[in-house]
Each structure stands twice: as structure tokens, then as C-alpha cells.
């Protein structure tokens, strides 16, 4: 599942560093920004049927790879 919740992130960061860097900010850096937020999370939904609200999650709490791919398993 981890490889599969990178590959999402790095198919909307249009950039493969967020599978090899894994503690990249990925808002500082501008890997994402607030529309590709929800985007991503519109995306685990649809592709690993993992709801998550953007009102039980902030940007804080999922803001690097590592983060968020943790974030996402323990919802699954």
C-alpha cells in the first residue's frame, strides 16, 4: 500500500523526489499547494477507497511523504 500512496502523491506533485525524499515539506518546497491537497485526498478515496475529511486532517499533520503515507495506513 505504501508504494501505492507514493506513487498517487508523486503523480500530483508532478515529481518523483517525494518517493525518494520522504521528509520533503511538501507544502514549503511547493510540491503541493491547497488544490492539490484536496485533489489527493479525492484521489486515495478513489483509487484505495480511504475516506478521509479534509476537516479531520491538517496540512500539519500530513505535510511530508513520510507523514502522509502513515496518516493514510492507519485510516485503511
Not at 43 to 48: D, F, G, Q, V
Request: hydrophobic share 45%; aromatic share 6%; charged share 35%.
Amino acid at each position: 500500500m505504501k508504494e501505492d500512496i507514493l506513487e498517487i502523491l508523486a503523480e500530483l506533485c508532478e515529481d518523483e523526489v517525494v518517493k525518494e525524499e520522504e521528509d520533503v515539506d511538501l507544502f514549503e518546497s511547493g510540491l503541493l499547494d491547497s488544490l492539490a491537497y484536496l485533489e489527493l485526498l479525492m484521489e486515495i478515496e478513489n483509487r484505495l477507497g480511504i475516506t478521509i475529511s479534509p476537516s479531520e486532517v491538517s496540512k500539519e499533520d500530513i505535510n511530508t511523504p513520510a507523514k502522509f503515507v502513515a496518516f493514510v495506513m492507519d485510516k485503511a
